[in-house]
């Protein structure tokens, strides 16, 4: 099911301001930025590999990031893993009884990500990634 952490996720609301720090003082290579129109995010991918962080910028202020940065403000949004198979994976979550916030869906870098509901797993928003052709 799942094979390693992926990434973290940080919720900010200029990821121009954060990225020094990241970026110039942690020294993690800046990898790219992507919009991610269904999701309502410019996401900004500091690091390789396992362990990456993106730093999440809403494009839009009623999107998912946008209404936990005026929630909660800045900080740690989600915990990402990655999975061999998506639908595998969530058939087997939700049959033990946890649920999925917004079903399947594209995400960034072309890979296909769901979410499980915080609720259900201590109040930790869970990513779920599959990557074609990526070992978890």
Same mark, same amino acid.
């Given at each position: 099911?799942?094979?390693?952490?992926?990434?973290? !996720?940080?919720? %900010? /609301?200029?990821?121009?301001?954060?990225?020094?720090?990241?970026?110039?003082? @942690?020294?993690? #290579?800046? $990898?790219?930025?992507?919009?991610?129109? !269904?999701?309502? %995010? /410019?996401?900004?991918?500091?690091?390789?590999?396992?362990?990456r962080v993106? @730093?999440?910028? #809403?494009? $839009?202020e009623d999107s998912p990031v946008g209404r936990f940065l005026r929630e909660r403000g800045e900080g740690i949004h989600h915990l990402c893993f990655l999975v061999d198979s998506l639908e595998a994976t969530c058939e087997l979550l939700k049959a033990a009884g946890y649920r999925l916030a917004g079903g399947?869906?594209?995400g960034s870098e072309g890979t296909l990500i769901a979410f499980?509901?915080?609720?259900?797993?201590?109040?930790?928003?869970?990513?779920?990634?599959?990557?074609?052709?990526m070992r978890p």
């Amino acid at each position: 099911m799942t094979g390693r952490l992926d990434h973290v !996720g940080v919720a %900010v /609301r200029s990821a121009s301001q954060r990225l020094p720090f990241y970026r110039d003082l @942690l020294g993690l #290579p800046l $990898a790219k930025t992507e919009e991610v129109p !269904g999701e309502q %995010v /410019r996401v900004t991918i500091l690091g390789e590999g396992a362990g990456r962080v993106e @730093l999440l910028e #809403p494009t $839009a202020e009623d999107s998912p990031v946008g209404r936990f940065l005026r929630e909660r403000g800045e900080g740690i949004h989600h915990l990402c893993f990655l999975v061999d198979s998506l639908e595998a994976t969530c058939e087997l979550l939700k049959a033990a009884g946890y649920r999925l916030a917004g079903g399947i869906r594209s995400g960034s870098e072309g890979t296909l990500i769901a979410f499980l509901h915080p609720k259900d797993v201590g109040g930790v928003l869970i990513e779920l990634r599959e990557v074609k052709g990526m070992r978890p």
